[in-house]
């Protein structure tokens, strides 16, 4: 049984930090890209940030590239990620995901945690 549960998100004001973090269980957490995505509302969701099992490597998107930073505890079987200098349009639904290649599609990413709300205030 696959598990991914997300924790960390709350209500901040624009310029804040916060760091999410989802816990993983049932799968050979080593092997996989680790994917964040994120669903406002009345908006589709959309691809945040990746981490690759080897280098790692990460890569973001346009929107928050500057800001956010991910990390992996293999170990822990965590992925974090760290959202710096917050803004009102990164309020959203946060995902995590894993999946078998490095990709910002979000049908080609095998599990899914149940989400963490994220609120920023201007």
């Known amino acids: 049984q696959v598990q991914l549960v997300e924790s960390g998100g709350g209500s901040v004001q624009a310029g804040d930090s916060l760091r999410l973090s989802c816990a993983a269980s049932g799968l050979t957490f080593r092997n996989y890209v680790m994917g964040w995505f994120r669903q406002g509302p009345g908006k589709d969701r959309e691809f945040v940030g990746l981490i690759s099992g080897w280098g790692p490597s990460t890569y973001f998107a346009d929107s928050v590239a500057g800001r956010f930073t991910i990390s992996r505890d293999d170990d822990k079987k965590t992925v974090y990620l760290q959202m710096n200098s917050l803004e009102p349009e990164d309020t959203a639904v946060y995902y995590c995901?894993?999946?078998?290649?490095?990709?910002?599609?979000?049908?080609?990413?095998?599990?899914w945690g149940q989400g963490t709300q994220v609120t920023v205030s201007s």
């Open positions: 995901a894993a999946g078998p290649i490095q990709t910002t599609q979000a049908a080609q990413y095998h599990f």
